[in-house]
T-cell receptor, first 115, second 114 residues
Framework: TQLLEQSPQFLSIQEGENLTVYCNSS?????LQWYRQEPGEGPVLLVT?????EVKKLKRLTFQFGDARKDSSLHITAAQPGDTGLYLC???????????????FGQGTILTVHP | KAGVTQTPRYLIKTRGQQVTLSCSPI?????VSWYQQTPGQGLQFLFE???????NKGNFPGRFSGRQFSNSRSEMNVSTLELGDSALYLC?????????????FGPGTRLLVL
C-alpha cells in the first residue's frame, strides 16, 4: 500500500522554468523529508519539515509542510540542468522518540531540465 | 568520515539461488535500515537493525532476512530468489533520534535475477 502519493511522476521542462512537486497522504506524519537521487547513487536528504505550515528554503528550492501534516510540496524556481534527478518525499512516524528506521516513500518524480 | 558502503555493487543470480548483501554504516552509527527500490513499487522498507537487534520489519516474505554485527555492519540475505526480487537494494545508516533524525544512504546493490 502506497501511503504517500507523489505527483507528477514525470516532469520535463526547459531551463529557467518553475515547477512544483506534490506529496499527499491521508495519514498524518511526524515529519516529512525530501530526497534527491541521481543514477547509480542512493537518495540524499535535502530537507526535513516537522511543523504544520512550515516553509523551508534551500537556495532555489522551497519546501512546505501542510497545516495538517499530511501533505508537502517542493517548488523549484528557475530550474537548471543540474536539478535533473529523481525527487522523493518520505514520511516518518515516531513512537517513543524514534522512527525505528522506517521511511515511507512516495513513488518519486523524475525531473529532467533541458538546457 | 567515510559514507555508507555497500558490497557488491552489482550482482547477477538465477532463480532459486540465495544472495547475501553487505552494508557498512558510517562510523559511530548504530542503526541500519534496508530498502528495496523497484520501478513499479518505488522504495520500500525491508527492516531496521539497531545494536544487533531487528527492531522493525516491513511487509516482505520470510525469504528476506538480515542481521547486524557488533561493529554495526549489516547483511541482508534473500533465499530462493524470484525474478521479482530484481531491484536496487539500499541500506541507510541513521544518526540522531526523533526530529533530528537523518538517514544516510549507500549507493546500493543492484541485483538482477535471471
Amino acid at each position: 500500500t502506497q501511503l504517500l502519493e507523489q505527483s507528477p511522476q514525470f516532469l520535463s521542462i526547459q531551463e529557467g522554468e518553475n515547477l512544483t512537486v506534490y506529496c499527499n497522504s491521508s495519514s498524518v506524519f511526524s515529519s516529512l523529508q525530501w530526497y534527491r537521487q541521481e543514477p547509480g547513487e542512493g537518495p540524499v536528504l535535502l530537507v526535513t519539515v516537522v511543523t504544520g505550515g512550515e516553509v523551508k528554503k534551500l537556495k532555489r528550492l522551497t519546501f512546505q509542510f501542510g497545516d495538517a501534516r499530511k501533505d508537502s510540496s517542493l517548488h523549484i524556481t528557475a530550474a537548471q540542468p543540474g536539478d535533473t534527478g529523481l525527487y522523493l518525499c518520505a514520511g516518518l512516524r515516531y513512537a517513543g522518540g524514534t522512527s525505528y528506521g522506517k521511511l515511507t516513500f512516495g513513488q518519486g518524480t523524475i525531473l529532467t531540465v533541458h538546457p | 568520515k567515510a559514507g555508507v558502503t555497500q558490497t557488491p555493487r552489482y550482482l547477477i543470480k538465477t532463480r532459486g539461488q540465495q544472495v547475501t548483501l553487505s552494508c557498512s554504516p558510517i562510523s559511530g552509527h548504530r542503526s541500519v535500515s534496508w530498502y528495496q527500490q523497484t520501478p513499479g513499487q518505488g522504495l520500500q522498507f525491508l527492516f531496521e537493525y539497531f545494536s544487533e537487534t531487528q527492531r522493525n520489519k516491513g511487509n516482505f516474505p520470510g525469504r528476506f532476512s538480515g542481521r547486524q554485527f557488533s561493529n554495526s555492519r549489516s547483511e541482508m540475505n534473500v533465499s530462493t530468489l524470484e525474478l521479482g526480487d530484481s531491484a536496487l537494494y539500499l541500506c541507510a545508516s541513521r544518526h540522531g533520534t526523533g526530529l533530528r533524525e537523518t538517514q544516510y544512504f549507500g549507493p546500493g546493490t543492484r541485483l538482477l535475477v535471471l
